[in-house]
């Protein structure tokens, strides 16, 4: 049996779901998209031009959810199929899209480089329980204009697995579907082989931006999936209460669902989001919080009911560096992520309110997701009925290490972590150093960048992806990209 | 020689009957016996114990692989005793007295078999003088001991005490272990070595025989 918990019983869903609908009928929601509200009032909303708000009436609410699938698939570079959003499947991305990086020579943080994302493209490549890459942070190396596609593009040339992704401005999508294109030659194959996902942020309260709604539109046009991050703020930027906040969420990501379908009906989404409480003690947004993780699995419930795969930022955390704190609150989120079936998990490697990447603490969760996983298989019995013959073994033998049944099982009843997660006696742990854990993840690091086997994808689209990237550069005023590392 | 390989290898893979019949082969192909053994079967004990301590491989594997091996040296022991070849090392191995928790102790004696070693093993709540004299008698040079109590740890000092009055304490040397034994604890009552576990516990009798 698959575990699953719960926090929202069917009537509350349909409450949530029922105000959600109301709140975006009587208030409307603004979108500052001249091209996203003619496309509504052709559907017959009331649109204000003034304020740039949009009624949308239960009906075409329904008729977007009618529209929406069910669940999708992503594929690597190489089209191999490595994702399929669905029922109550996981899976982990890093988090995206910090500023920083901590630096673990100096424990200080520091805006990372273009050689800092191409060791970081090297080492998700190596972990196996994180099944795509995302743009993790912003390379500060770049012109700003080109810093989401830049990434993009390191990610597509050094690594295979697909990309959790978005872009900053309207234009760069351009440049971002190209280098998609340059991998799968045609629209239809992207169409048919998604190979990322745009997270996608309305603004809190109930508003869209400009480049936002347009990224909705140019993702639904291209087939690439969206992932809709509302991130309401407890007590802030929505109401204190977790259902207050529930319905103001429910509310600004089915505005995006009605945007995305109607624009191109069965275009793949994610019920995703970014929610948070309000620390009002030290104006914060805290991902570690308890009530931060029970507003993510409640939303991914609703996401459920409406028939929809879904997404959270929940395996991180707010620490400053990789200590006690960055641990417990990734792991508590990771656990109960895995617990609810939320399909793609984001997080992992991220501290400081989402604004710090650190690659040893990557490798740490990614130890922290293979547990997850791992619980999520639940307890199943395997040659257990009955008990008899494996009893009399071990009565006989005195040890079952060597029996064809631990053989048989051992690898599926138990995960074996890496070596960031000590299970060493002291004796062994001091042989080795009586390294920290901090050390120990840091060396794995650089054991992982060190085994790290170049993308097989053909030389010929990567020499046409550098192509693509150096004329974008060229578009913006940059001369050169920076160097990389072979 | 290929067959010696090809023994290594099979031993790695924990096939034991592959290992039996390689190493029957090898000595119909008049193969020295201890040709065989150092460089067939311990060859591919040593690339086990290598990768078990890189996490490449886990202790069921380990302890898969030895069993193979003792199908290999079942054959060549009553040739290498004929040829007055001497065992790699001869341990005598026990729980000690008032302590009836052999787990432990098991482990280390099938790893120290698998690494070449000969064990003989008196089981549990061994007295410290059948310690001694097993080791007299069957002229084996290191005593094994093992405790998971701490009420039963000072039988352990109990035996280097008496090795120490008989002056055999430079001729047996003494290894102890267990859980809440420690490093410290083997140097206050004087044994000559301390193995954290089982693997750990081959190397440091390795290194009391004086091999790498």
């Known amino acids: 049996m698959r575990p699953v918990i719960k926090f929202l019983d069917e009537d509350l869903i349909k409450k949530i779901i029922n105000e959600a609908m109301q709140i975006l009928s009587t208030l409307g929601v603004e979108i500052h998209n001249d091209n996203v509200l003619a496309m509504l009032s052709d559907y017959g909303m009331k649109i204000e031009k003034d304020t740039k708000k949009v009624y949308l009436n239960e009906d075409i609410i329904q008729r977007a959810l009618n529209s929406s699938p069910a669940s999708f698939k992503l594929f690597d570079v190489l089209e191999r199929e490595t994702h399929h959003f669905s029922e109550y499947n996981i899976y982990f991305t890093p988090g995206s899209a910090a500023l920083n990086i901590l630096d673990h020579s100096s424990q200080k943080m520091r805006k990372p480089n273009t050689t800092d994302y191409v060791n970081y493209a090297k080492l998700v490549s190596r972990l196996e329980n994180i099944a795509s890459q995302s743009t993790a942070f912003i390379p500060a190396d770049v012109h700003e204009k080109i810093s989401d596609s830049y990434r993009l593009f390191l990610s597509l040339l050094y690594g295979e697995k697909p990309v959790v992704t978005g872009t900053f401005t309207i234009e760069a999508f351009q440049i971002m579907k190209e280098l998609q294109l340059a991998i799968r030659g045609t629209k239809e194959n992207l169409q048919e082989k998604p190979l990322t996902v745009f997270s996608c942020c309305p603004t809190s309260p109930l508003r869209w931006s400009d480049v936002t709604s347009q990224n909705v539109v140019d993702c639904a046009e291209y087939g690439i999936p969206v992932e809709f991050i509302a991130m309401p703020l407890s007590g802030f930027m929505a109401p204190v209460t977790i259902v207050g906040t529930l319905i103001q969420h429910t509310a600004e990501t089915l505005s995006g669902i009605v945007i995305s379908q109607l624009d191109k009906p069965g275009a793949p989404m994610l019920f995703g989001g970014s929610p948070a409480i309000f620390d009002v003690r030290y104006e914060t947004t805290p991902m570690g919080a308890i009530e931060t993780m029970m507003i993510d699995c409640a939303y991914n419930e609703i996401g459920k009911y409406l028939g929809l795969p879904t997404q959270a930022y929940i395996c991180l955390s707010d620490a400053k560096l990789l200590d006690a704190q960055a641990g417990l609150e990734s792991a508590t989120g990771a656990t109960l992520a895995a617990l609810s079936g939320i399909n793609n998990i984001s997080g992992p490697g991220m501290l400081d309110f989402e604004s710090c990447q650190s690659l040893e603490k990557l490798v740490l969760d990614n130890e922290i997701c293979g547990m997850s996983l791992r619980l999520i298989k639940g307890i199943e019995p395997k040659e257990d009925f009955p008990s008899q013959p494996i009893f009399q073994e071990l009565l006989e033998e005195q040890h079952l290490l060597i029996s064809d049944h631990t053989r048989k099982y051992l690898k599926e009843e138990q995960y074996f972590p890496g070596l960031v997660i000590d299970r060493a006696n002291r004796s062994r742990w001091k042989e080795e150093g009586s390294q920290t854990l901090g050390e120990r993840a840091h060396r794995e690091v650089e054991r992982l960048i060190q085994e790290y086997q170049p993308s097989e994808l053909s030389d010929e689209t990567k020499k046409e992806m550098i192509h693509l990237m150096e004329n974008e550069a060229h578009r913006v005023g940059q001369d050169r990209l920076p160097q990389r590392k072979p | ?212």
Do not use: C, W
């Open chain 2, 1 to 212: 020689m290929i067959i010696l390989n090809e023994i290594a290898q099979s031993l790695q893979k924990g096939d034991h009957k592959m290992v039996f019949e390689l190493t029957k082969q090898a000595i119909e192909q008049n193969l020295s016996p201890k040709e065989i053994l150092d460089d067939g079967l311990i060859a591919g004990m040593n690339v086990i114990g290598e990768r078990f301590r890189r996490h490449e491989i886990f202790l069921p594997d380990v302890l898969v692989a030895a069993k193979a091996m003792y199908a290999g040296m079942d054959q060549l022991k009553p040739l290498l005793i004929q040829e007055g070849i001497p065992s790699r090392g001869k341990i005598v191995l026990g729980t000690v007295q008032g302590d009836l928790h052999d787990i432990g102790k098991n482990l280390v004696g099938i790893m120290l078999k698998g690494a070449g070693f000969e064990v003989i093993d008196l089981g549990k709540n061994v007295p410290p003088e059948k310690f001694i004299e097993t080791a007299q008698t069957e002229n084996a040079s290191v005593i094994g001991m093992s405790a998971l109590l701490t009420t039963t740890m000072p039988m352990m000092g109990r035996v280097t005490e008496i090795l120490k009055e008989k002056k055999l304490d430079k001729k047996i040397k003494t290894i102890v272990g267990g859980a809440p034994v420690s490093e410290e604890y083997a140097r206050k009552i004087s044994a000559d070595s301390y193995g954290f576990d089982a693997a750990n516990a081959v190397d440091r009798v390795k290194a009391l025989f004086k091999f790498n």
